[in-house]
């Protein structure tokens, strides 16, 4: 048996193919988000092991109990936000960086905040060595947000939690939109989009999802 791993499909071609097959079918018809998904390394966020898979519809798991989503909820929850190129966007749960790397592509300044330590570290050692210099990067509570650097035209939650976050709806500008997903139950939400405008809020559900837990003063 050969000593040489087994060498690894042609990425751009995955690229391609997940943006052909997963997203432009299932209604991800937003040009800024589909050229991002199409340029992103996605392979470059997962654990060197699951490279392979990285293109693949599912989620893979990234360390301590955290995963990068399926490619189509990154697309989904992207298009849901309306931004264009330009906006200031609040992302709390940094995880592996994919998400905040394809809002970046998008134009988009990024704000986002990790609150595990040892993700933090990694993600943002990741995305200054891929020279994305839109992101800025910070460990804490993302429960909190990052009230010295509101308001954020858009802000995007990627860890369900119990409720909306007050300081969440108090940092997000007026006319504003922000997703995420809400649930009583952990592992189990509805994907919420917020919409700020005059001075009201306004709620629309977008259907079921599961994502890992939003911990924090107000998360669980």
Not at 35 to 45: K, T
Not at 192 to 215: A, E
């Amino acid at each position: 048996m050969s000593g040489n791993p087994k060498p690894l499909p042609d990425m751009r071609r995955n690229r391609e193919r997940m943006v052909r097959q997963q997203l432009m079918p299932r209604g991800i018809s937003d040009e800024a988000v589909l050229a991002a998904m199409g340029c992103v390394p996605r392979h470059l966020f997962v654990q060197e092991a699951l490279r392979a898979q990285a293109y693949e519809d599912h989620p893979l798991p990234i360390g301590n109990g955290q995963t990068i989503s399926q490619p189509f909820i990154v697309a989904f929850m992207s298009q849901l936000l309306e931004a264009k190129p330009g906006m200031r966007v609040l992302e709390i749960g940094t995880g592996s960086g994919y998400q905040a790397a394809v809002l970046a592509e998008m134009g988009l300044d990024v704000y986002t905040v990790e609150r595990i330590r040892e993700i933090y570290q990694t993600t943002r050692d990741l995305l200054r060595a891929l020279r994305y210099t839109r992101i800025r990067c910070r460990l804490d509570d993302g429960t909190l947000g990052w009230p010295e650097s509101a308001p954020f035209d858009r802000i995007i939650v990627t860890a369900g939690g119990p409720e909306i976050p007050v300081p969440l709806v108090e940092q997000l500008a007026d006319p504003g939109v922000m997703v995420l997903p809400v649930g009583v139950s952990r592992r189990s939400q509805e994907l919420v989009v917020v919409r700020k405008r005059d001075g009201k809020l306004f709620r629309s559900n977008r259907g079921g999802v599961s994502f890992v837990d939003l911990v924090g003063c107000h998360g669980w």
